[in-house]
């Protein structure tokens, strides 16, 4: 049996997962990938393979399709399923496989350590020091304030959990929600707009919610609003925020991700001290990443019957 492997972790372990792969008896295949495959690139391997260890590839429809028959399993690293038509494989039949919860500690962590990074603007004063300044700055605290969380899963919820543990108020927008798990008050988007010193993201990326905070929706908060994002770039009008930072409408910003990666050199976020930024990474503690790469293995062994 012939497995693509098109994640960014195993790839970057290549060798390990080569291994690994290969003492179970199966051929593998390793392409050129700078972050994902787009659909044309994918489209290159079709009818060619039994399973599919895939990162954030833009898997459609026309993509099974033309993997299917042969195709027995797509084995998602991670838990984002967006990038992925999960419609397209229950029509056709074919398992698609993630990591659901796997990264609620890790990436709940980074997105806390960010948003202090940013409200307290701790790299530009390390950076100021390093350059033999003592700057004095006076910054908003996070104690009493309002975290509003957008996804109230697993991520979302540890989020909650650690920002309650900064004497923070947590209100929450989830509409698979009926009732919070852990007491959070579930709001609707006006009132998530009207309370909240801070919005946390940490929810999947939809055609609903494309572009959820764009200048409209900045427009609605409160001023000093901080905006974290660790979820996906294009739940964010980069532009609107950009302007928004500009104005002090909003006074820092934390985000991991962006609407098109890697960020370019010239993009406009660049040029703002009170804003934190990432590589797609707040899933980076050693726990979580292996637990990860044990469960999407065991996904594509089983459904392989291996």
């Not at 390990?16 to 990938?33: E, H, K, Q, T």
């Not at 700057?135 to 920002?163: E, S």
């Not at 910003?253 to 960020?263: H, K, S, Y």
């Amino acid at each position: 049996m012939k497995v693509l492997v098109s994640n960014i972790m195993m790839l970057n372990e290549r060798d390990r997962f080569d291994a690994i792969l290969r003492a179970r008896g199966l051929d593998v295949v390793w392409p050129n990938v700078t972050q994902f495959m787009g659909e044309e690139q994918c489209l290159g391997f079709a009818g060619q393979f039994d399973g599919w260890l895939a990162g954030d590839d833009r898997i459609s429809r026309r993509v099974m399709e033309a993997f299917l028959p042969r195709l027995k399993v797509i084995s998602k690293w991670g838990t984002g399923l967006d990038s992925i038509d999960l419609k397209a494989a229950k029509d056709l039949g074919l398992p698609v496989c993630n990591s659901p919860g796997a990264f609620r500690d890790a990436v709940s962590e980074y997105a806390i350590g960010m948003l202090l990074g940013a409200s307290r603007r701790i790299a530009a004063t390390d950076r100021a020091v390093r350059a033999g300044g003592w700057p004095k700055g006076r910054f908003i605290g996070l104690t009493g304030k309002t975290m509003a969380v957008v996804g109230y899963g697993a991520i979302g919820q540890g989020v909650g959990q650690r920002a309650r543990g900064l004497g923070m108020n947590v209100i929450a927008l989830d509409p698979y929600l009926t009732q919070s798990p852990d007491g959070a008050e579930l709001v609707d988007f006006a009132t998530l707009k009207a309370r909240a010193d801070v919005v946390c993201l940490c929810c999947n990326l939809t055609p609903e919610n494309y572009h959820l905070i764009d200048a409209a929706a900045l427009a609605d908060m409160r001023d000093d609003v901080m905006i974290v994002n660790v979820a996906r770039g294009g739940l964010i009008d980069e532009d609107a925020l950009a302007t928004a930072l500009t104005s002090g409408k909003v006074s820092a910003a934390a985000l991991d991700v962006f609407e098109n990666e890697p960020l370019q050199a010239d993009h406009p976020l660049l040029d703002f001290d009170n804003v934190v930024l990432s590589s797609h990474n707040a899933n980076s503690t050693i726990q979580a990443i292996e637990a990860v790469h044990a469960n999407t293995l065991n996904n594509l062994f089983t459904h392989l019957g291996l």
